[in-house]
């Protein structure tokens, strides 16, 4: 069983990769939403928020968590690992790496929130893979806010993602990291805004370090039928089935966590 956390549905495009890469294993997905989004949160609480993630994921035997959250990865994966010294946790964050292999103008720009741009991780990230670079940084708690409600399209998400894109071309970047779990289900309006952009996410690289962590732990699933997902929530189970429905493109019911 993998656990897989966020503060709201945006870590259901880490778990939609995730579940490409394994699709025999059985899953365990937890929104938060009663406390969406962890973005603009003091980092004390983000951590306590965490902490209560993992102890909900716990108790469905999980035998991984993916904290599919940027702010929860930024703040809180550090002592998550120290709490559960024998859970293999695997945390998201923006690939400035992959950014920084791409540039061809050395300017590159990171959208996410407040708590992942202000962490001591994102700084350490920027530090080791961006340090002879330019980079924009823009905190777009109103993207989470959109995702949440399930508005992927139309002419405010629309009006938002142009504006993004105009400060992206005059910066002159060529490459955009979403730092934000929620910000893949708007690729289709970033990329169609940015058509001169590489967009670039984490969540394939998250699967991929999942599977690499299952294997050294030998915990690869055996091929067989496809496996389960069961989704809680800690806020409205009709509201969030009625979001994720739409986002995944497949039918969700959740129940209260």
Not at 215 to 234: E, R
Request: aromatic share 6%.
């Amino acid at each position: 069983m993998i656990g897989v956390f966020d503060s709201g549905v945006g870590g259901l495009s880490v778990l939609r990769e995730v579940r490409k890469l394994l699709p025999h294993e059985d899953f365990v997905y937890l929104g938060d939403t009663a406390n969406v989004p962890y973005g603009g949160r003091k980092d004390e609480h983000i951590r306590q928020l965490s902490e209560a993630a993992v102890q909900t994921l716990l108790r469905y035997h999980s035998d991984l968590v993916v904290v599919a959250c940027n702010a929860a990865t930024s703040v809180a994966i550090n002592q998550l690992r120290l709490d559960y010294p024998k859970l293999p946790i695997v945390g998201v964050v923006p690939v400035l790496k992959t950014a920084a292999e791409q540039t061809k103008t050395n300017k590159i720009a990171v959208l996410a929130t407040v708590a992942t741009l202000t962490s001591r991780t994102y700084a350490d990230l920027k530090e080791q893979f961006a340090r002879d670079l330019q980079v924009l940084e823009l905190a777009l708690p109103e993207w989470v806010l959109l995702v949440e409600r399930g508005e992927l399209d139309g002419s405010t998400i629309r009006s938002s993602v142009m504006q993004v894109a105009e400060q992206v071309e005059a910066f002159g970047a060529d490459v955009v990291a979403l730092g934000c779990t929620h910000f893949p289900f708007l690729r289709p309006e970033i990329e169609q805004a940015m058509p001169m952009v590489v967009v670039l996410d984490s969540g394939p690289a998250v699967a991929r370090q999942v599977v690499r962590v299952l294997t050294a732990n030998q915990k690869l699933p055996v091929q067989g039928q496809a496996g389960s997902v069961t989704y809680l929530c800690s806020g409205d189970p009709v509201a969030f089935s009625r979001v994720a429905t739409r986002l995944l493109g497949e039918t969700v019911s959740a129940r209260k966590a």
